[in-house]
């Protein structure tokens, strides 16, 4: 009796490598309460500011310290301000430890930045040494993510390794993100990341700054204070100024 062949059973799930955008806690205490103030000082009542974004906790600042965190109370504080932590980085072995003890997972060490191309040109040189000497080498341009269409209230994009361009509005709870600089030649309403990975010469540009949340290089200012009259809801920027987001007109 002849064998029936067997159609092949596909895979009902894969396992693939995924890159995530995640924000980053960065201690520089391990006094909770501490961080609590500084939570309402910053965000005030406005828990909706964030909408349960994945957090990473970097304990590097205070892996030094001896005192205990309360990590169940830490979790508790950022998930009052809609913020989710998933994983902590960086801590001494008994920090990591208390940190596995609340349900945080051990997020792997940061890599190496990646180099950018270059462009070699060789050149001849007409002498008698018969060798050829490579030019100063060239860094390629940064890429830009330009996009066209209105971004609503959910929608979430990102310019990984350049600058990012919007040429429509970016409604309530929208996000945009950008390694480098962000421009938005039009209404700016979400919330608007510039200089992601840490680039602290990143800016933010509105030709209408209307915007729930600004930050640069990991310094975030909100607008539970409303921004002053020359620049609310006109073309400005925001560039940062040491530690402090400046927010400044532009005459266009």
């Known amino acids: 009796m002849a064998a029936v062949p067997t159609a092949p059973v596909p895979a009902v799930f894969d396992l ?35 909408d349960h974004d994945p957090v990473v906790v970097d304990l590097g600042a205070v892996a030094e310290s001896t005192e205990d965190i309360d990590f169940p109370a830490l979790v508790d504080l950022m998930q009052r301000y ?6 902590a980085k960086g801590g001494s072995p008994a920090q990591m430890e208390a940190a596995s003890a609340a349900g945080l997972v051990e997020a792997p060490p940061d890599g190496p930045a990646p180099q950018p191309r ?35 209230s959910g929608q979430q994009v990102y310019a990984r390794g350049g600058d990012l361009v919007v040429l429509a509005v970016v409604n ?40 729930q949340l600004v930050s640069i290089a990991g310094t975030y200012r909100t607008t539970d204070t409303a921004l002053p009259a020359d620049v609310h809801g006109k073309p400005a920027q925001v560039r940062l100024d040491g530690e402090k987001l400046v927010v400044q007109p532009l005459k266009l």
Do not use: N, Q
């Open 118 to 152: 270059v462009v070699e040109r060789v050149v001849e040189r007409i002498v008698e040494v018969p060798a050829a000497e490579p030019a100063a080498a060239e860094p390629a341009a940064r890429p830009t993510l330009i996009v066209d269409k209105p971004l609503r």
């Open 172 to 211: 309530f709870g929208a996000e945009v993100i950008a390694d480098g600089s962000i421009h938005v030649y039009a209404p700016l309403r979400g919330r608007a990341v510039a200089g992601a990975k840490g680039d602290t010469s990143a800016r933010i540009f509105s030709t209408c700054m209307e915007p």
């Open 82 to 87: 809609k913020l989710r932590p998933i994983a």
């Open 16 to 50: 693939k490598s995924a890159s995530l955008t995640l924000v980053a806690l960065l201690l520089r205490t391990t006094d909770v309460k501490a961080l609590e103030a500084e939570f309402a000082a910053r965000f005030g009542d406005t828990p909706e500011l964030f």
